[in-house]
């Protein structure tokens, strides 16, 4: 593209902060420079569910990687985990924050995979009041993974990507604020290990609610096991306890228990 066609794109943006067509306008910006098929702009602040600020998924899609996500799914997605962990502002691809085991887990096959993505990429952006911005980028295609040049050249826009849309979003924390209060809104990590610490806890041991936490996320056995110090096969004898203890037979059923435990 030549500079003075990304100059038009970029100046239409600008033109338009602080109005509902930014989202939008960002997205042909990007678009002209790296063709890609998706995009969603998700916000993350505390304990509340994200704030879905852009998609244009078709409507059978947008029902689960939105309307469903939003209901508990994001607690396992590894783009609000890294949230969860402060990650700097920047370009990221997913599969670099994705346990070894995410794309055989519960949340990979019961939500993402549905979305038919072959990739996503996000750019990081900090928002005044704790609030975090995902602006993701998503190709459909399985054989259309973004190259390594392509990825480079998104992350050389990343400066203006994150300067237009802290303009655009500065407030965004308001509408987090569900009452008038000074106090600090409880922290996202607290709030997942809340989730994880009360599910099942009538039936389950503590040391099994771990195991339910890192298998819900996507990791091995063999991963968790190194986690907990304990061996890969004392890791899947909780697994076989927690399934008994729940009355269930799989992870996808144990997967369905914790989403309605949220609930």
């Not at 998700?42 to 600020?53: M, N, Q, V």
């Not at 259309?144 to 979003?169: G, M, N």
Request: hydrophobic share 40%; with cysteine; net charge positive.
């Amino acid at each position: 593209m030549k500079l003075h066609e990304w100059n038009t794109h970029i100046a239409a943006v600008i033109s338009v902060i602080g109005t509902p067509q930014f989202p939008e306008e960002l997205v042909r910006a990007l678009r002209a420079r790296v063709a890609f098929d998706y995009s969603v702009m998700f916000a993350y602040r505390g304990d509340a569910p994200p704030i879905d600020l852009f998609d244009d998924f078709p409507a059978n899609k947008r029902r689960i990687f939105v309307t469903m996500y939003q209901e508990g799914p994001y607690l396992l997605d590894p783009f609000f985990l890294a949230c969860a962990r402060g990650i700097d502002p920047g370009l990221y691809r997913l599969r670099e924050f994705a346990p070894d085991r995410f794309y055989q887990s519960e949340y990979f096959r019961s939500y993402y995979v549905q979305t038919g993505l072959a990739e996503e990429i996000g750019y990081f952006v900090d928002l005044p009041g704790g609030v975090t911005a995902v602006v993701s980028l998503m190709r459909a295609d399985p054989s259309a993974t973004f190259s390594a040049r392509e990825f480079r050249e998104l992350r050389d826009l990343e400066p203006v990507v994150r300067a237009v849309s802290k303009q655009q979003w500065c407030n965004l924390h308001r509408q987090f604020e569900k009452t008038p209060s000074v106090e600090e809104p409880p922290s996202i990590r607290r709030y997942i290990d809340h989730a994880f610490r009360t599910f099942g806890r009538n039936v389950l041991t503590p040391r099994e609610r771990d195991v339910v936490e890192y298998v819900l996320k996507g990791y091995s056995s063999e991963a968790i096991g190194k986690m907990l110090s304990i061996s890969p096969g004392t890791v899947r004898i909780h697994r076989k306890n927690i399934y008994a203890k729940l009355g269930i037979n799989s992870q996808g059923a144990l997967f369905s228990h914790f989403i309605k435990a949220l609930g």
